[in-house]
């Protein structure tokens, strides 16, 4: 009897460490989703920003990777319904032969958006940077924040502490060509949420910061202006 009992104490305590565990261990997703409470939207809900902020998710050569295009699409439904009057789109040009923001505004100038109106970020190497760069170099104070709906909250959340009021739609598209993707991408936000509640907390510098740029001033003036 009494091995038995110690097998059972033995049993409850291994429970019992892993109850803490998972508690502790998704602490930072419940954090990040709290930050992002009642700002999640639809593209038909989401109520008027003056500037879209896309997020870069890789190119192929010139073109945008099936995660990205899907965030462009957003972008284009929330600029034709006139939800946004601009479009920050800000991925990676680390290098010369990968540009992100390049292919994402050819595509949506293909598509009928006003070059005017799509501004680039070159220096956006992560969601953090992407956000503070936003705020403190192109100057919007508010903004619709579009990605995946598995990223979407993560990204609010940043952007929420780098000082931009802003609501997210996210691309919810699962089927066909984007399953593993956005498997992947579901399964990295419980990790990236823990470097997300150390960006919130520290507020460190972005990679890159630079000169304040008009590209959006500019953008929305040309709007009022027709």
């Known amino acids: 009897m009494a091995k038995f009992l110690r097998a059972r104490r033995g049993q409850r305590i291994i429970f019992q460490a892993a109850v803490v565990a998972a508690v502790v261990g998704l602490t930072p997703v419940t954090w990040v989703y709290a930050a992002a409470d009642g700002r999640v939207r639809t593209a038909s809900d989401v109520p008027h920003m003056p500037v879209a902020l896309v997020l870069g998710a890789g190119v192929w050569g010139d073109q945008p990777s099936r995660l990205l295009a899907r965030r462009l699409d957003v972008a284009l439904e929330l600029y034709r319904t006139g939800k946004v009057d601009v479009i920050l789109v800000s991925g990676d040009n680390s290098r010369d032969s990968y540009n992100e923001p390049d292919v994402m505004r050819r595509y949506l100038v293909e598509r009928g958006v006003p070059a005017k109106h799509v501004v680039a970020d070159y220096a956006g190497f992560s969601t953090w940077d992407s956000c503070v760069r936003a705020k403190q170099i192109f100057g919007v104070d508010k903004a619709i924040v579009v990605s995946q709906s598995f990223h979407v909250r993560r990204a609010l959340a940043l952007c929420d502490a780098a ?60 709007r009022t202006a027709r």
Not at 168 to 190: C, H, K, N, Q
Not at 205 to 220: F, I, M, Q, R, W
């Open 163 to 222: 000082g931009v009021d802003a609501y997210g739609v996210g691309d919810d598209s699962m089927g066909g060509d984007l399953v593993g993707p956005t498997v992947f991408g579901s399964a990295r936000e419980i990790l990236a949420a823990y470097k997300a509640v150390g960006e919130m907390t520290l507020k460190p510098s972005p990679a890159a910061l630079g000169a304040k740029e008009t590209g959006v001033a500019e953008a929305l003036a040309d």
